[in-house]
T-cell receptor, first 111, second 115 residues
Framework: EDQVTQSPEALRLQEGESSSLNCSYT??????LFWYRQDPGKGPEFLFT???AGEEKEKERLKATLTKKESFLHITAPKPEDSATYLC????????????FGGGTRVLVKP | DAMVIQNPRYQVTQFGKPVTLSCSQT?????MYWYQQKSSQAPKLLFH???????NEADTPDNFQSRRPNTSFCFLDIRSPGLGDAAMYLC??????????????FGPGTRLLVL
C-alpha cells in the first residue's frame, strides 16, 4: 500500500534554530513530491515540487531535497512567521493525478 | 495576480438543507479539484474535472455533486448535508493532471458548518 509518513508530528523551535522536517514515502512509481504550507483556517500554499532523486529547491529560509525514499524540508534560521503546518504529498504513476498526503508537521517558532 | 478564489469563506447550513460552494480561477488551468479537509487531517480528494470530464473518487458519497459550467468556475453541491459533512472544503487547480505541470494550487477554502 502506498504510504506517506511525515515526522515529527509537531516541532517547537526557537527563532533562529534551524531544523529539518522529514517526509518518507513507500510508493510504487513516484512521479512527483510536493511540499505545501498551511496556516490555520486557510488552504495549502504551494512551496515546492520535486521530481528526481538529488533534486533540491530553495525559497527564502526553506530548502527541499529529495532522495529515493524520502524528502526533507530544511528551515534555516526560522522566524515566527514560519509557524504553520507543512504538508508533504506525492503523485504516483499508477494513480493518475491523485495526491497522497502525509499527516503534516505542525511547526511553532517562538520569538 | 492569478489565483484560485472560493466563496463564501464561511457557510452555515442546516441539517439536510442543500448547499452550494463555489470556486473560480484566473489561472486558466484545465483541471479543477474539490477536497474535503477535517480538523487536523490531510485533505481528501472528492472529485475533479479535467476540462469537462468529471472524475469521481470511488469513496465519495453520492450526497456530493459537482458542476463545471466553464473553464473558470466549479461548484460543489451537497444535496443533504449531515453533521459529518462539517469541514473545510478546498478547491484546487492544475494545468495538467499529470506530468511536469501537475502541481495543484489551492484556494483559501470554505469552512462549512452544519447545524
Amino acid at each position: 500500500e502506498d504510504q506517506v509518513t511525515q515526522s515529527p508530528e509537531a516541532l517547537r523551535l526557537q527563532e533562529g534554530e534551524s531544523s529539518s522536517l522529514n517526509c518518507s514515502y513507500t510508493v510504487s512509481g513516484l512521479r512527483g513530491l510536493f511540499w505545501y504550507r498551511q496556516d490555520p483556517g486557510k488552504g495549502p500554499e504551494f512551496l515546492f515540487t520535486l521530481y528526481s532523486a538529488g533534486e533540491e529547491k530553495e525559497k527564502e529560509r526553506l530548502k527541499a531535497t529529495l532522495t529515493k525514499k524520502e524528502s526533507f524540508l530544511h528551515i534555516t534560521a526560522p522566524k515566527p512567521e514560519d509557524s504553520a503546518t507543512y504538508l508533504c504529498a506525492v503523485s504516483i504513476k499508477a494513480a493518475g493525478n491523485k495526491l497522497t498526503f502525509g499527516g503534516g508537521t505542525r511547526v511553532l517558532v517562538k520569538p | 495576480d492569478a489565483m484560485v478564489i472560493q466563496n463564501p469563506r464561511y457557510q452555515v447550513t442546516q441539517f439536510g438543507k442543500p448547499v452550494t460552494l463555489s470556486c473560480s480561477q484566473t489561472l486558466n488551468h484545465n483541471v479543477m479539484y474539490w477536497y474535503q479537509q477535517k480538523s487536523s487531517q490531510a485533505p481528501k480528494l472528492l472529485f475533479h474535472y479535467y476540462d469537462k470530464d468529471f472524475n469521481n473518487e470511488a469513496d465519495t458519497p453520492d450526497n456530493f455533486q459537482s458542476r463545471r459550467p466553464n473553464t473558470s468556475f466549479c461548484f460543489l453541491d451537497i444535496r443533504s448535508p449531515g453533521l459529518g459533512d462539517a469541514a473545510m472544503y478546498l478547491c484546487a487547480t492544475s494545468r495538467n493532471p499529470t506530468g511536469h505541470q501537475e502541481t495543484q494550487y489551492f484556494g483559501p477554502g470554505t469552512r462549512l458548518l452544519v447545524l
